[in-house]
């Protein structure tokens, strides 16, 4: 017969592996975390597809998307050349070389650029990582 202090130790080994097993795994690292939950939109899609009443994910990547950058108070608005709604980008030094270059131009200019979609509240944001100006838009282009 097994002694007491045997079924214990047998007890506490069984809780444990099962501890272990429901436990999340504490090594990863957070980029680990949100690389899992990002997705990856081509140009077009991401922007297109989602209506003014619903939001981007966090961590969505919008590449190569075209749309014009305007002032709006002491930030940046980027309004997408395909879509309906307009996001706020957030301040970092990209923000910073747009803004000179939208505030020096007397014309709207056209924009390439690559960011990473964040929420706050209810809103979606972007993180601007790479802006290229596509084009100035010419006289007979605006008329």
């Known amino acids: 017969m097994l002694r007491l202090s045997t079924l214990i130790a047998i007890g506490l080994l069984f ?29 077009t899609d991401a922007i297109a597809n989602a209506d003014v009443a ?13 749309g014009v950058f305007k002032v ?6 980027f309004a997408p050349a395909n879509g309906t709604r307009s996001f706020s980008v957030l301040q970092n030094l990209a ?9 020096e131009s007397p014309d709207a200019l056209e924009w390439t650029m690559t960011a990473t979609v964040t929420e706050f509240r209810g809103a979606n944001y972007l993180l601007v990582t790479q802006a290229t100006i596509k084009a100035k838009p010419s006289a007979a282009r605006s008329r």
């Open 54 to 66: 619903t939001r981007l994910r966090e961590g969505t990547h919008l590449v190569d998307q075209s």
């Open 15 to 43: 809780g444990l592996n099962a501890l272990k097993a429901a436990a999340p795994d504490l090594g990863a690292t957070p980029a680990a975390k949100v690389d899992a939950v990002s997705t990856r939109a081509k140009p």
């Open 95 to 103: 923000m910073e070389r747009i803004s000179r270059l939208v505030v």
């Open 72 to 77: 709006q108070g002491d930030g940046l608005q």
